[in-house]
């Protein structure tokens, strides 16, 4: 092993480039110098880690939830009131998506509805928002739950 050059810190991924891609190299297997990219552990590390990781040696062993009641309260306590970063602040004109309307047919009743907003149909429905938008961004002819089919108005 041997220094091929001294250069300044700002320079060291730039430099570890260039010799990768003009030196012959057997202990490098990345090709993109300061990145992991392309790089994947053997089965065997995979299984190693696998086994550290388990029972009581897994850092969330025995917890029930990420933080404690305790750090909770401190976290909502931090972004209430003037410490929101929103706080006195108003929403741009036109900021966030407009409504959309849409059009629900229910194949067991065989009705239509119309509805204001997504948000709306998903209520009265009793279903998430988010299932109603993605059925419509992926454009999905099939009845959602065998049951409605949601159309943009």
Do not use: W
Request: hydrophobic residues 25%.
């Amino acid at each position: 092993m041997e220094i091929l050059e001294y250069c300044p810190a700002e320079k060291c991924i730039e430099r570890e480039q260039y010799y990768i891609d003009n030196l012959p190299h057997e202990y490098n297997i990345l090709s993109i110098a300061g990145s992991p990219l392309g790089f994947k552990h053997s089965e065997e590390t995979r299984v190693k880690q696998s086994v550290a990781n388990k029972g009581e040696n897994n850092p969330m062993y025995g917890k029930k939830r990420k933080h404690s009641e305790e750090t909770r309260a401190k976290q909502s306590a931090a972004n209430k009131g003037e410490n929101n970063p929103m706080f006195g602040k108003t929403r741009a004109v036109g900021a966030g998506s407009p409504s959309k309307k849409i059009k629900v047919l229910d194949l067991l009743t065989n009705e239509s509805k119309e509805y204001d907003s997504i948000s709306a149909a998903g209520k009265s429905l009793g279903l998430k928002s988010t299932r109603i938008s993605n059925y419509l961004s992926r454009n999905q002819k099939k009845a959602y739950m065998d049951r409605y089919i949601f159309t943009k108005i």
